[in-house]
């Protein structure tokens, strides 16, 4: 079993900067492929970025390309996301979310076939 938790949500004026961290329980975090997604109000979750198990290789959702980095660090057991350029409509709950590989690499994947979730952490950008 793994849990997750993240940190490091908060209030920030566009434009600004923000660093997400998640933290995983338990010895499977190095097999997992890790994502990042957000739900905004009245909206559904959806995928922020992805990366790979070694931290290799990554995809981002196209209105964040350039302006967010997905990282990780397998000896730490923590997944990041560095958010800069941060505009009013990235206001959303953050999830960090697992999955295991299945041979399907960082191939983005319904939010049904992730088998961890955190809590979400809430990010507020400010016009």
């Known amino acids: 079993q793994v849990q997750l938790v993240e940190s490091g949500g908060g209030l920030v004026q566009a434009g600004g900067s923000l660093r997400l961290s998640c933290a995983a329980s338990?010895?499977?975090?190095?097999?997992?492929?890790m994502n990042w997604f957000r739900q905004a109000p009245g909206k559904e979750r959806e995928f922020v970025a992805i990366?790979?198990?070694?931290?290799?290789?990554?995809d981002y959702e196209d209105s964040v390309k350039g302006r967010f980095t997905i990282s990780r660090d397998n000896a730490k057991n923590t997944v990041y996301l560095q958010m800069n350029s941060l505009k009013p409509e990235d206001t959303a709950v953050y999830y960090c979310a697992g999955g295991w590989d299945n041979g399907l690499g960082i191939t983005r994947r319904s939010p049904h076939y992730l088998d961890y979730w955190g809590q979400g952490t809430q990010v507020t950008v400010s016009s």
């Open positions: 990366i790979s198990r070694g931290g290799s290789s990554t």
């Open positions: 338990g010895r499977a975090f190095s097999s997992l492929v």
